[in-house]
């Protein structure tokens, strides 16, 4: 049964950092693209980040310079670092795995920027 399980969002204040943390089972971790999307409030899922094995990141323009993905297959987890936190950073963030045709969502965790 594959599964992908979000961890490490919460609540920080504007300027601040958090680590997302995704781990992955039930699937070939090493040959997917992981990615991580958010959902700010009332608004459409969008792309942040993703990296796939071997090759380059690609980031939203928004996130450009703040935050940076990373993963290490050897414990089948995609981390998300975020730093310079802005209230419009504030979303349900979620991890995915693509590989081919194949694709799996993880439940997201909650993120929110806030003083």
């Known amino acids: 049964q594959v599964q992908l399980v979000e961890s490490g969002g919460g609540l920080v204040q504007p300027g601040g950092s958090l680590r997302l943390s995704c781990a992955g089972n039930?699937?070939?971790?090493?040959?997917?693209?992981m990615g991580w999307y958010r959902q700010p409030p009332g608004k459409e899922r969008e792309l942040v980040a993703a990296l796939p094995t071997g090759g380059r990141p690609v980031y939203a323009d928004s996130v450009k310079g703040r935050f940076t993905i990373f993963r290490e297959n050897t414990k089948n987890t995609v981390y998300l670092q975020m730093s310079g936190l802005k209230p419009d950073d504030t979303a349900v963030y979620y991890c995915?795995?693509?590989?081919?045709?194949?694709?799996?969502w993880g439940q997201g965790t909650q993120v929110t920027v806030s003083s």
């Open positions: 039930g699937f070939v971790f090493s040959v997917y693209t």
């Open positions: 995915k795995a693509n590989y081919d045709v194949l694709s799996y």
